[in-house]
């Protein structure tokens, strides 16, 4: 019996970390490679040798020139400014919206609800010319408003805080009335500390889609001294020269870390959030 | 403290086909502990959501304390309401949600310290006031969402079924807590349940509601003794009263009635009324304490069951075609299979027109 328990959890573990490999081995490859130059960068990939995944013969010349010669900390101080920003909007946006749908009863709602979750099912790519025309329209392209702007309107998020709103017991709502509570202090001080777990994953989920945005502040913005990182690091190279590929990955690695350093503090709502929006919905 | 008054109230929900209360009107003296009962869906926590400002009135008014209130939010209203699942807030510790009220109000802190404070120590729960409502037991929070509406200090106390959460003996405890505190506050208090035993138990008057409308309003032995209706006497008292089919028949000039094969006297208060209906069929109504074993038996019937409930036991038999409970003494009652004789408490009977439904 415990025989076969021991083999069972081996085997559980053994496949677990052979996923793990999987996932990090183009990670590793990327930050060993930031500490390398172009030369070794190469001949450790042709033929393709375990050194390829460990920072051997390191050198911190990429990440010198990538500070010295690039505005990536600019980018990396408008992308915290983006994200930033676009979690704040998102999350109050979506949280009254959400709960006017779900607590105020008015002609309609249900047909609102469902356009509102149909304009999920848009790529993002379709949306980028009509975009671009209101964006630009309004007088925010090349602004950091702009970069933010069409996203906080979240059909996710408002999807996500509805169910949250709806398993909430509306007899708090009736308490805090009789409490005397008005609705703007029963929805700060009443619904919102009780959503505070999907309120996080909505703010997670958020900041991650806007760090890790390209295609729209690409568009959005030209402006060198309002671009975001990921468009950052993609456009350092000089259109004339081959790409310094250690400085391409030093930059991969600045851009990743915040989100490394996010993921592992708040990693447990992170988790919850990926569940509950996958399969509870 | 204060009067409170319903007046021809009525309530209908959007998207809702029927009336859920009509034409309700209710009058209630300071002081007074007052319960609503009824079946599922009757109305009642409507008309309690009505009282505290929760729902809006399709007709009709409501006045407190000489003051028309149905127009006012419910912090204007000066009541207090207890909900079924409490309704604490989460995220607040037990004095936090005491004192959220109050100190939306603007009270002075020492002020509201103090009046927690006392709550606190009247309901038992001085050392939880740092707890968060996960924290307690049942029981606890149903203290706790007590304690939030007594320090507001309200004119009237508004409960919705606040013990229905809670298992039986802790029930039976709270339902006494309840009452001690009615009797120590004397504050005005509405009380809605559809547990027939916590309205007799608690109130000092009875609203029997059905669909939406009163049926019967009285103290609890009113109700109990001198049901109006079939629907009342049917709802209150625990085993339910037997409902027996009868004919009205004259014996020498007298009226009497033949309940299946026996025939037995009427009582005399409802002698003249019964004469009116010699030949017709009435109904008629037994409590199951309503049958004796003592003295001339006035029909025997087989005994289906016998349930041993200590102090008592209760039989089941048939009679003229319908299932009857007795209580009678442990001592007395036939066993299970044999013929049981019994006498019936005649002048304690409720006589019913089948038709209307109303007590004869
Ligand atoms: N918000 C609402 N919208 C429409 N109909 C409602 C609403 N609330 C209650 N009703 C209906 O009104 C009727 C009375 O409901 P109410 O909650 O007052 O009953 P109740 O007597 O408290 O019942 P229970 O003992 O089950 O709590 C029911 O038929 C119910 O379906
Ligand atoms: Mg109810």
Excluded at chain 1, 176 to 195: E, M, Q
């Amino acid at each position: 019996m415990k025989k076969h328990h021991m083999r069972r959890a081996f085997f559980v573990t053994l496949v677990i970390a052979l996923i793990l490999c999987c996932f990090l081995a183009p990670y590793a490859w990327i930050v060993a490679s930031s500490f390398k130059n172009q030369l070794t960068l190469f001949n450790d990939v042709t033929p393709l040798s375990w050194k390829a995944f460990l920072p051997v013969g390191g050198t911190i010349e990429n990440y010198q020139s990538l500070f010295k010669r690039t505005n990536v900390l600019t980018a990396l101080a408008n992308t915290a400014i983006v994200a930033g920003g676009q979690v704040a909007l998102t999350l109050l946006l979506c949280s009254m919206a959400a709960y006017s749908l779900t607590r105020v009863s008015f002609p309609g709602a249900k047909i609102v609800f469902v356009l509102i979750l149909l304009t999920f099912l848009l790529p993002i790519e379709a949306l980028m010319v009509p975009l671009y025309q209101v964006v630009s329209g309004l007088g925010l392209s090349n602004t950091l408003l702009g970069v933010m702007i069409p996203w906080v309107a979240s059909p996710f998020g408002l999807f996500l805080l509805k169910q949250a709103f709806e398993e909430l017991p509306v007899e708090l709502e009736d308490a805090a009335r009789i409490d005397g509570a008005g609705h703007v202090r029963i929805f700060f001080s009443i619904v919102l500390p009780n959503v505070k777990v999907p309120m996080l994953t909505l703010g997670l989920i958020t900041f991650l889609f806007s760090w890790n945005s390209f295609l729209w502040p690409l568009v959005i913005v030209q402006d060198p001294a309002n671009q975001v990182i990921q468009v950052a690091i993609a456009q350092q190279g000089s259109p004339t020269q081959l790409p310094n590929w250690g400085e391409t990955f030093a930059g991969a690695t600045v851009a990743t870390l915040p989100l490394i350093l996010l993921f592992l503090l708040l990693q447990k709502y992170f988790t919850q959030g990926m569940t509950t929006s996958g399969i509870k919905g | 403290m204060a009067d409170v008054s319903l007046k021809k109230v009525g309530k209908t929900y959007e998207n809702a086909s029927a009336n859920t209360i009509e034409d309700l009107s209710l009058d209630i003296r300071s002081g007074e502990f007052v319960v609503l009962v009824g079946p599922s869906g009757c109305g009642k926590s409507t008309t309690l959501r009505m009282l505290a400002g929760l729902e809006e009135l399709s007709e009709g008014e409501i006045w407190i304390a000489n003051r028309r209130v149905d127009e006012l939010e419910p912090r204007d209203r000066n009541i207090a309401m207890v909900f079924q699942n409490y309704a604490l807030y989460p995220h607040m510790t037990v004095a936090q949600n005491m004192s959220f009220g109050l100190r939306l109000a603007g009270m002075d802190k020492a002020e509201i310290r103090r009046r927690v404070e006392e709550a606190a120590k009247l309901l038992d729960i001085a050392p939880l006031l740092d707890r968060r409502p996960k924290q307690l037991s049942g029981g606890q929070r149903q203290r706790v969402a007590m304690g939030r509406a007594m320090v507001r200090d309200p004119a009237v106390f508004l409960f919705d079924e606040p013990l229905s959460n809670l298992d039986a003996k802790l029930r039976g405890q709270m339902r006494a807590e309840i009452r001690r505190l009615h009797k120590r506050l004397k504050a005005t208090t509405v009380y809605v349940t559809h547990d027939q035993v916590e309205a007799m138990t608690l109130a000092d008057r009875v609203v029997v509601l059905n669909k939406g409308k009163i049926e019967q309003q009285g103290t609890p032995q009113e109700l109990y003794e001198r049901p109006a209706t079939r629907f009342v006497a049917g709802f209150i008292g625990s085993p339910t009263m037997n409902f027996l089919p009868a004919k009205v028949v004259t014996e020498s000039t007298r009226p009497a009635l033949r309940i299946g094969e026996a025939t037995i006297p009427v009582p005399a208060h409802k002698a003249e009324t019964v004469l009116q209906r010699v030949g017709q069929d009435i109904e008629i109504g037994l409590r199951p304490e309503h049958f004796l074993v003592d003295g001339p038996a006035d029909l025997s019937a087989t005994i289906d069951m016998a349930e041993l409930l200590g102090p008592t036991t209760l039989v089941h038999f048939t009679l003229a075609g319908m299932t009857c409970s007795a209580m009678l003494p442990p001592e007395l009652a036939a066993p299970e299979g044999e013929v049981q004789s019994l006498r019936i408490a005649f002048d304690r009977m409720s006589i019913f027109d089948p038709k209307t439904g109303h007590a004869l």
